[in-house]
């Protein structure tokens, strides 16, 4: 079975700039999260989503917002790019219970120039 | 706040000896769940180990094993026979009912292997 499955695997915007990224959790899971990992800093969770609903919030700005579609994949988008949001994004996806085990992408590797 | 501090930001261990990585956090809640992730250069985030705070037992996934200490609030994660596979970041992280079963991660333990 395919792993959580991250596009683009590379990204450079420039400031102001709108940026998508994409997600699409293994199979059969309901619940996907995304998280925000800066160069030489751990990662922050940003959203979490089960069955289309949003179920979870980190402290970003209004810019940062993300959806959950029918077939359980995930869209973040982040809107008037700064160069402070240059950081790995990373997509982890789990079943649905919380005390399930939580498996990540590889990630988009977003530059803003 | 809930916070997670991992005092070693890079650490180095001889094939085949045994190496600990330091984790301590803080929470108000009395049930969550703790883990230890590797990052290796892929960038994946691969789940190590994993414990529940209501568990006396430590947690041992073969080379790998904590040591919880509830009472001080510290996660350490004991690796045995390191490997040069086991070359990676090291994130100590929990996640409660508070953060909505969000995980939240320290800043890392840069493991390096040497032969």
């Known amino acids: 079975d395919a792993g959580v499955t991250q596009s683009p695997t590379h990204l450079i915007k420039t400031r102001g700039q709108q940026v998508t990224l994409r997600c699409s959790p293994i199979?059969?899971?309901?619940?996907v999260s995304w998280y925000q990992q800066v160069l030489g800093q751990g990662p922050q969770f940003i959203f979490q989503?089960?069955?289309?609903?949003?179920?979870g919030r980190g402290n970003f700005p209004d810019r940062f917002s993300a959806r959950q579609f029918p077939n359980y994949s995930s869209e973040l988008n982040v809107n008037a790019l700064l160069l402070g949001d240059s950081a790995l994004y990373l997509c982890?996806?789990?079943?649905?219970?919380?005390?399930?085990?939580?498996?990540f992408g590889s990630g988009t590797q977003l530059s803003v120039l | 706040a809930q916070t997670v501090t991992q005092s070693q930001p890079e650490m180095s261990v001889q094939e085949a000896e045994t190496v600990t990585l330091s984790c301590t956090y803080d929470?108000?809640?009395?049930?969550?769940?703790l883990f230890w992730y590797k990052q290796p250069p892929s960038r994946q985030m691969i789940l190590v180990i994993r414990?529940?705070?209501?568990?006396?037992q430590n947690a041992t996934e073969n080379r790998f094993s904590v040591n919880f200490q509830k009472a001080a609030k510290s996660f350490s994660l004991k690796i045995s026979d390191s490997q040069l596979g086991d070359t990676a970041m090291y994130f100590c992280?929990?996640?409660?009912?508070?953060?909505?079963?969000?995980?939240?991660f320290g800043k890392g333990t840069s493991l390096l292997v040497t032969p």
């Open positions: 982890a996806s789990r079943s649905g219970q919380v005390n399930e085990k939580l498996f």
């Open positions: 199979s059969g899971h309901k619940s």
């Open positions: 989503y089960y069955e289309k609903e949003e179920r």
């Open positions: 929470t108000s809640e009395s049930n969550y769940y």
């Open positions: 414990q529940e705070a209501y568990k006396q």
């Open positions: 992280a929990f996640m409660t009912m508070y953060s909505g079963y969000a995980l939240n």
